[in-house]
C-alpha cells in the first residue's frame, strides 16, 4: 500500500491518500512509514514542478494533503515518543525571496511529533528576522529551507548574519529543500543538510545528545 500511497498523492488524488493512510493505521503499519512515504510523494511532486508539469494549485493541494496525513498519523507517532520532555529548540524557516513550505511544514511535524520546540516563522524569512528570533528563544539549532536556486545566496547571508550577530557559535545550522547537498550546505556556511525529513530530525537528536544538558541558554 505504501506505493499506492506515493502515487495517490503525487498524482493529486486526495480522496485514495486519505483512504489509504486510514487503510493503513488500522492495518497496524508503522505511522512512521506513513510519513515517509507521504515525503516521498513530496519529492515527486516538487520534481514535478521544477520540470513544470506542476504549479502553484498543484503545490497547495499537495500541501493540504501532506497536513491531512500529518493530522491522521500524528497521534500514533506521539504516542510512540518516548518521553514527553522537550528535546530541544528549532527555529525554522524559508530563507527570503522563497516561498515554498511543503518541505519545511514536513520537517516542522515531524521535529514537532519528536518532542522538539519547534519555532517556524514561515517563508520568505529574511536574515535579520532569523537573527532576532534566534536572539529571542537561543535554540539548539536553526533550519533554513529553499527551493529554488536563488536560495543559496539567501541561506549564504542568513548565516553571515547570524555569525555577525556573534551568535553563530551558539547554534547548528542544517539547510534542507529538493536542490540542496552537502555542497550546498559547504557554500552557505552551514553545519549540514537534512537529505529528508528523517534525515533532519535524526541531525537535531544527535546533536542535541551530543551538547548535552546546557546550565544556561547558551552555555555548551
Known amino acids: 500500500m505504501k506505493d499506492k500511497l506515493i502515487t495517490a498523492i503525487a498524482d493529486m488524488n486526495e480522496e485514495e491518500a486519505m483512504q489509504l493512510v486510514r487503510a493503513m493505521l488500522d492495518a497496524g503499519e508503522d505511522p512512521q512509514s506513513i510519513l515517509d512515504a507521504a515525503s516521498e510523494a513530496m519529492t515527486i511532486v516538487g520534481k514535478r514542478f521544477d520540470e513544470k508539469e506542476y504549479y502553484l494549485p498543484e503545490l497547495i493541494i499537495a500541501g493540504d494533503m501532506m497536513k491531512a496525513v500529518g493530522e491522521l498519523v500524528k497521534p500514533k507517532l506521539r504516542a510512540q515518543a518516548r518521553s514527553t520532555k522537550t528535546a530541544g529548540k528549532v527555529v525554522i524557516g524559508t530563507v527570503a525571496g522563497d516561498i515554498h513550505d511543503i518541505g519545511k511544514d514536513v520537517v516542522t511535524f515531524m521535529l514537532d511529533v519528536n518532542n522538539f520546540e519547534v519555532h517556524d516563522l514561515g ?55 529538493a536542490i540542496m547537498d552537502a555542497s550546498a550546505a559547504e557554500y552557505v556556511g552551514a553545519d549540514t543538510y537534512g537529505a529528508d525529513a528523517s534525515a533532519a530530525v535524526k541531525l537535531a537528536q544527535g546533536w542535541v545528545a551530543q551538547a548535552g544538558p546546557r546550565s544556561s541558554a547558551l552555555a555548551r
Open 123 to 177: 517563508v520568505d524569512v529574511p536574515a535579520a528576522t532569523f537573527v532576532a528570533k534566534i536572539q529571542e528563544i537561543q535554540p539548539d539549532i536553526v533550519g533554513l529551507s529553499g527551493f529554488l536556486t536563488m536560495a543559496f545566496d539567501q541561506m549564504k547571508r542568513t548565516v553571515e548574519a547570524i555569525k555577525e550577530a556573534g551568535l553563530r557559535g551558539n547554534v547548528k545550522i542544517m539547510i534542507g529543500g
